[in-house]
């Protein structure tokens, strides 16, 4: 093992001592591990994310905006962009970027077939979660978020760096779109009343009232259950995801649950993802992200709207 490695495990266990993060049952409000979820292998921990940072597979990702990234990143980290999931040129905000610009960002990522990639920021993963499932539309799964993200790092000692790392090698993957995890307005619109199929809108209460100056009509899909993304993640100083057991009373309280169809939408597409991730780790086998969501919806007059509660 490389001596930075090596010195980055005892920083580690270090910090692990002296907060007592190690103990056997952790205190309330405490990170959940990887592996309490049914989904676990979508997360990795800041322990194991230590240990494996010279991996040459390793392509870790800081989703962050740009000006947090230039203040200080886990070492080696690569800054990616949620807006540059989107395309630019539809007319509905959100939607996700067409092939060249796929290409382009993962071109840019270093990614091939080959990486293992883990992306983290410091708002709660909601950025992180975006690029998640963007790979996961292009049929790409070995790709992880760090649970906690960077505050848990931080939490546990371990160094950040203002130092850009070298940039990788152009990546590139297979340009298929894997449907099972996205879905059109007219397949929602199909989807009305189906007790197979849950729908979820993960708006916070201001951006259920957001009308974007008069674009966006009031209210939502007929039959959504109201879970905002917000009540993901913990509250305290390292916004991890919930621990299982609440999160799963969470949806379960609004009938979404695993042996449904679950089809997310939020203010716009890139919102959703969040909720998606956090479904997954649940374990929840079928979930879909509605790209256009609220912003595309709403701008609809011909389709249905229920009122607020």
Not at 17 to 43: D, F, I, K, N
Not at 209 to 237: D, F, Q, S, V
Not at 281 to 288: A, F, I
Request: with cysteine; charged share 20%; proline share 9%.
């Amino acid at each position: 093992m490389a001596l930075a490695g090596r010195w980055r495990i005892a920083l580690f266990a270090f910090a692990l001592a002296l907060t007592g993060c190690g103990a056997p049952a952790p205190a309330a409000g405490s990170v959940a591990p990887p592996e309490a979820y049914p989904g676990g292998e979508l997360l990795v921990s800041v322990e194991w994310l230590s240990q494996h940072l010279d991996d040459p597979s390793l392509r870790l990702l800081d989703a962050s905006p740009l000006h947090e990234y230039q203040a200080g990143h886990i070492p080696g980290a690569i800054h990616v962009w949620w807006q540059d999931t989107i395309e630019v040129h539809n007319e509905i905000y959100g939607m996700l970027v067409g092939e060249p610009g796929r290409a382009e960002l993962i071109r840019q990522a270093g990614i091939t077939p080959q990486s293992r990639v883990v992306v983290y920021d410091g708002a709660g993963n909601r950025y992180a979660a975006r690029i998640v499932w963007t790979l996961h539309a292009l049929g790409f799964r070995q790709v992880q978020v760090l649970q906690g993200g960077r505050q848990a790092w931080e939490a546990a000692g371990l160094p950040l760096t203002r130092r850009l790392p070298p940039a990788p090698a152009p990546g590139k993957l297979a340009q298929q779109l894997d449907y099972s995890v996205l879905i059109g307005i007219d397949d929602v619109l199909a989807s009305l009343g189906d007790p197979a199929v849950a729908i979820v809108d993960n708006r916070t209460p201001e951006e259920q009232r957001e009308t974007w100056n008069g674009r966006l009509r009031l209210g939502k899909i007929p039959g959504a259950a109201m879970i905002p993304w917000t009540a993901l993640t913990e509250r305290g100083p390292i916004p991890a995801y919930r621990d299982p057991a609440a999160l799963r009373g969470l949806f379960a309280s609004q009938g979404v649950t695993p042996d449904k169809t679950v089809i997310v939408y939020g203010l716009h597409g890139p919102r959703a993802a969040q909720t998606y991730l956090a479904l997954k780790l649940l374990g929840y086998p079928s979930v879909r992200v509605y790209d256009g969501s609220w912003a595309e919806w709403s701008t609809r007059a011909d389709l249905p709207l229920e009122p607020l509660p």
